[in-house]
């Protein structure tokens, strides 16, 4: 009897290893190199350490983490990269940044076991599976904004919103300038009349998308362009928010990758097994993130209907020329 119930323990045991997508040889490389892996991202500590205390919880690894805006990862890890002493093991970073690491040859090809539970849509050649979307619509606030609700791009531009649509600088604010650019995705050659229009409706313009949310929020200004996930932000905190049903939302994705020197090339693997796997997946999805595992969705109505769209990738160039183009639309005051 004793032998039956010690061969259940371990079948037990294995079956939780190979539920996230991890074998016990990696766990104990990993351990080998020291148990730890160095993570560089501009992921949010706060749910990124729910997933790092489950890793640790799985498996024993210890993470560190540096966090700062997309950017300043990308060339603090291509200058680490470049001088031949690079610290990281792991980037967590946005789509267009993570291209240009993964050009410049600082990140490693890893096929993930975990990446066969992602759609095909979601697994990029270049970079793997995009693990979350960081989706743009409109949202506002259900107390203020109680009737006339647009249901239209079109009906944003209608005079009740003039002045009382907040949004992050288009001029100054890479992503809304991205969202923008992107907007012929979903409206076609009516894109260009409706930024036009747009930015001659006087939005109040803000730093960023976040700070948008905020005046939604405090019902200062009744509707925003933003993050869609800012409802569940905002919401947990009492917030009445709510957002507009596209159907199609224009965004962006997120991308894990390894060092092509790493120095804890184990735990690095070991780590995105498991950061890409249900489990983690699932906290990223309790924390308000739209993530591209199958079937996991964020507790955001209709969450599951929304159907995403990449935005465009825009080099230094094509930036620039954009902030130029929608300067002349949203600077006239």
């Keep these: 009897m004793l032998g039956k119930q010690l061969l259940l323990i371990c079948i037990a045991l294995n079956v939780s290893v190979l539920a996230f997508g991890q074998d016990s040889k990696l766990i104990d ?3 080998k190199e020291g148990g730890k892996v160095v993570i560089y991202g501009s992921f949010e500590p706060d749910t990124l350490n729910l997933i790092t205390t489950a890793l ?3 498996t024993g690894l210890q993470t560190e983490y540096w966090r700062a805006q997309d950017s300043q990862v990308m060339d603090r890890a291509l200058g680490e990269y470049r001088t031949g002493k690079p610290l990281f093991d792991i980037i967590l970073a946005t789509d267009n940044p993570m291209r240009i690491m993964s050009r410049e040859g600082i990140l490693a090809r890893y096929d993930s076991p975990s990446a066969k539970d992602f759609p095909k849509d979601a697994l990029d050649p270049e970079l793997g599976p995009r693990y979350r979307n960081f989706i743009t619509g409109v949202i ?3 107390e203020v904004l109680k009737a006339d609700i647009p249901k239209t791009f079109d009906d944003l531009l209608k005079p009740q919103f003039r002045g009382k649509l907040v949004m992050a600088d288009p001029t100054q604010h890479a992503a809304t300038i991205q969202w923008l650019s992107s907007l012929d995705k979903l409206l076609g050659k009516d894109a260009d009349k409706f930024i036009r229009d747009l930015g001659a409706s006087k939005p109040v313009l803000v730093q960023n998308s976040l700070i948008a949310a905020e005046r939604v929020s405090t019902g200062e ?5 933003s993050q869609i996930k800012f409802i569940f932000t905002f919401g ?5 928010l709510d957002y507009v049903r596209f159907g199609k939302f224009l965004g962006d994705g997120a991308y894990a990758g390894i060092s092509a020197k790493a120095l ?4 690095a693997r070991a780590f995105l097994d498991f950061f890409l796997d249900e489990e983690s997946m699932n906290i990223m999805a309790k924390e308000g993130e739209f993530v591209s595992r199958r079937g996991i969705y964020p507790p ?9 769209v990449n935005m465009v990738d825009l080099d230094a160039k094509g930036y620039t020329e954009k902030k130029k183009e929608f300067q002349k639309y949203f600077m006239k005051r």
């Design 29 to 31: 490389a990993a351990k």
């Design 56 to 58: 640790q919880r799985r």
């Design 140 to 142: 506002y606030n259900k």
């Design 221 to 225: 200004t009744p509707i925003a362009i």
């Design 236 to 240: 947990k905190k009492g917030a009445p």
């Design 264 to 267: 804890h090339p184990s735990a």
């Design 300 to 308: 955001i109505p209709d969450a599951d209907k929304m159907q995403f």
